[in-house]
């Protein structure tokens, strides 16, 4: 049995999927993007007058899509530390992995505690971003379904 977590302080899915889901003493979340909870804006995006993108800003949406699998972390009961394990899908490897990877030393300072990741380009997201999450948290003792 599964326990699924919705939340209104994340950016609301884009399909029909729970944000998370606790099974015993794990959580999966559900792939998170840097939109912004409430107005689904994405940080650092340029658009032309057609509305395609022309520029985007790494950096403000890795500190959004961190900022969103918070949101999901604390609305589930669950700390950043319980993280366990994260996968980066990012839409341009090779321009774009330096500056997540800054980000992430800032939100994990120390790697013998910090979570196991992988990190994977990708030619495309669902929507107009270009770093998405898929993470792993192991509960506390005393986290109790939502």
Not at 39 to 44: A, D, H, L, T
Not at 131 to 142: G, H, R, S, W
Request: aromatic residues 8%.
């Amino acid at each position: 049995m599964s326990d699924p977590i919705h939340t209104d302080t994340a950016p609301a899915p884009v399909g029909a999927y729970p944000h998370a889901r606790r099974v015993g003493d794990l959580l999966f979340l559900s792939g998170v993007g840097p939109r912004t909870p409430g107005s689904n804006e994405i940080p650092g995006n340029v658009y032309d007058a057609s509305g395609k993108v022309v520029a985007y800003d790494i950096e403000a949406q890795c500190r959004q899509v961190f900022a969103n699998v918070r949101a999901v972390l604390e609305a589930s009961g669950a700390r950043w530390k319980d993280l366990v394990d994260v996968t980066v899908f990012l839409t341009d490897m090779t321009r774009d992995f330096p500056a997540y990877n800054r980000v992430y030393a800032e939100h994990f300072q120390d790697p013998p505690t910090a979570p196991c990741r992988t990190t994977l380009g990708i030619t495309a997201l669902p929507t107009p971003i270009a770093i998405e999450l898929k993470c792993i948290a192991a509960l506390p003792a005393t986290c109790h379904p939502m």
